[in-house]
T-cell receptor, first 115, second 111 residues
């Protein structure tokens, strides 16, 4: 079974703090994704990565950056957290080298609250 | 941009069939997915259908695709309390790298 793990289930941070969310997958997947999920809005893609050190912006990259130094690990960084970044953050991975978004497997999510 | 629409809520009685509907705009969608999210958990890929198929059945789940109307549905037979979740519809095209997601339908089971 594919396993995608996220470093924290719940996180509370203060406005202006730098926040790191980590995601690890154990199936040697090429592609990894970061989404945020807000009620009534579904999932919105923040960034994705199709290879080590490679990244592409998604629909809402502003205020976020990412790092992929190793194939199994994809980090989301909030440089200076703001209250409008309070959300559920979901990490996903997929194996396809051509159909990058196909058949994604998700981690359990990190619920981030910024006060 | 392209869009995927779903109703936000569906309420059914335990033992009845649930039908969750989804409409999409991208006619070049090649794969169409149903994901399930249980309370407090991440998303789980339930099933997907390739665009050249009309129907796919997997135990209690039946997926129907009407390409002409750009309509996808998920039928859950004999709905149980464990089926309580949010169900997301998503579409994918070969020329794109990402899924287009619906907002999710919360399935509520009444005893």
């Amino acid at each position: 079974d594919v396993k995608v793990t996220q470093s924290s289930r719940y996180l509370v941070k203060r406005t202006g703090e730098k926040v790191f969310l980590e995601c690890v997958q154990d199936m040697d997947h090429e592609n990894m994704f970061w989404y945020r999920q807000d009620p009534g809005l579904g999932l919105r893609l923040i960034y994705f990565s199709y290879d080590v050190k490679m990244k592409e912006k998604g629909d809402i990259p502003e205020g976020y950056s990412v790092s992929r130094e190793k194939k199994e690990r994809f980090s989301l960084i909030l440089e200076s957290a703001s209250t409008n970044q309070t959300s559920m953050y979901l990490c996903a991975s997929s194996y396809a080298t051509r159909l990058i978004g196909h058949e994604q497997y998700f981690g359990p999510g990190t619920r981030l609250t910024v006060t | 941009g392209e869009d995927v629409e779903q109703s936000l809520f569906l309420s059914v009685r335990e033992g009845d069939s649930s039908v969750i509907n989804c409409t999409y705009t991208d006619s070049s969608s090649t794969y169409l997915y149903w994901y399930k999210q249980e309370p407090g958990a991440g998303l789980q890929l339930l099933t997907y259908i390739f665009s050249n198929m009309d129907m796919k059945q997997d135990q209690r789940l039946t997926v129907l695709l009407n390409k002409k109307d750009k309509h996808l549905s998920l039928r859950i037979a004999d709905t149980q309390t464990g089926d309580s979740a949010i169900y997301f519809c998503a579409t994918f095209t070969d020329s794109n790298y990402q899924l287009i997601w619906g907002a999710g339908t919360k399935l509520i089971i009444k005893p």
